[in-house]
């Protein structure tokens, strides 16, 4: 089914419309020239979003007889949209390397289209984190990720930079809260890492 993700001036996806059953041919926000009610009141939403230059159309693999989906806020998540062409390209391309070992994320309960994990370690340790690319060749060298916490409990920096040199970054040591307290971080807006979260738990 069809839906519209809307994206900003670096192809970041700040949104998305739905339609229950997916968008018809003929309600299409794109078009200037639209007389359409639902498609006026789209375009006219767009209006309030910061820094909003256009729509991606989204065909999901989803049968219209679904009603709605998860789709469209997935790919808010993991994909961006590639510019100036307005291509969808995925920016999953990133794990989290925690004391030497890769993370393991998986879709959350609470927040369904957000990756996450929580990894316990020693209390009141510190253990090394850095990123790395899922396959040889698919971040560039200089790719500056973004990472913040989500939690009071600081981890290392409220805000940190990582930087890719020959397909991973430089390390961080971050520090494992007291015993069974939890501390989180986040990568929000990346071209080549997905929005995901991390929290580690004093054990």
Same mark, same amino acid.
């Given at each position: 089914?069809?839906?519209?993700?809307?994206?900003?001036?670096?192809?970041?996806?700040?949104?998305?419309n739905?339609?229950?059953?997916?968008?018809?041919?003929?309600?299409?926000?794109?078009?200037?020239?639209?007389?359409?009610?639902?498609?006026?009141?789209i375009?006219?939403?767009?209006q309030?979003?910061?820094?909003?230059?256009?729509?991606?159309?989204?065909?999901?693999?989803?049968?219209?007889e679904?009603?709605?989906?998860?789709?469209?806020?997935?790919?808010?998540?993991?994909s961006y949209v590639?510019l100036?062409?307005?291509?969808?390209?995925?920016?999953?391309?990133?794990?989290f390397v925690?004391d030497?070992e890769?993370?393991?994320?998986?879709?959350?309960?609470d927040?369904?289209?957000?990756?996450?994990?929580?990894v316990?370690?020693?209390?009141?340790t510190?253990?090394?984190?850095?990123?790395?690319?899922?396959?040889?060749?698919? #971040? %560039?060298?200089?790719t500056? $990720?973004?990472?913040?916490? !989500? +939690?009071? /409990?600081?981890?290392?920096?409220?805000?940190?930079?990582?930087?890719?040199?020959?397909?991973?970054?430089?390390?961080v040591?971050?520090n #494992? %809260?007291?015993?069974?307290s $939890?501390?989180g971080?986040? !990568? +929000?807006? /990346?071209?080549?890492?997905?929005?995901c979260?991390?929290?580690?738990?004093?054990?």
């Amino acid at each position: 089914m069809i839906h519209y993700l809307w994206y900003n001036s670096f192809g970041q996806i700040g949104g998305s419309n739905i339609m229950e059953g997916g968008f018809p041919p003929e309600i299409d926000p794109r078009d200037p020239s639209t007389t359409d009610p639902t498609a006026l009141w789209i375009r006219q939403e767009a209006q309030s979003y910061p820094d909003h230059q256009g729509w991606d159309q989204y065909d999901c693999p989803h049968a219209s007889e679904v009603g709605t989906c998860l789709c469209p806020h997935l790919r808010y998540a993991d994909s961006y949209v590639e510019l100036p062409g307005v291509s969808l390209s995925s920016r999953d391309h990133t794990d989290f390397v925690l004391d030497g070992e890769v993370v393991t994320l998986s879709l959350g309960q609470d927040v369904p289209n957000i990756k996450q994990a929580t990894v316990d370690k020693p209390a009141s340790t510190t253990v090394p984190l850095k990123l790395k690319e899922k396959a040889p060749g698919s #971040v %560039p060298d200089g790719t500056v $990720v973004e990472v913040n916490a !989500i +939690t009071p /409990a600081l981890l290392y920096q409220s805000t940190f930079e990582l930087t890719f040199t020959d397909g991973e970054t430089n390390e961080v040591s971050l520090n #494992v %809260p007291a015993l069974d307290s $939890v501390g989180g971080i986040q !990568i +929000t807006q /990346a071209k080549y890492a997905a929005i995901c979260w991390l929290y580690v738990r004093g054990a």
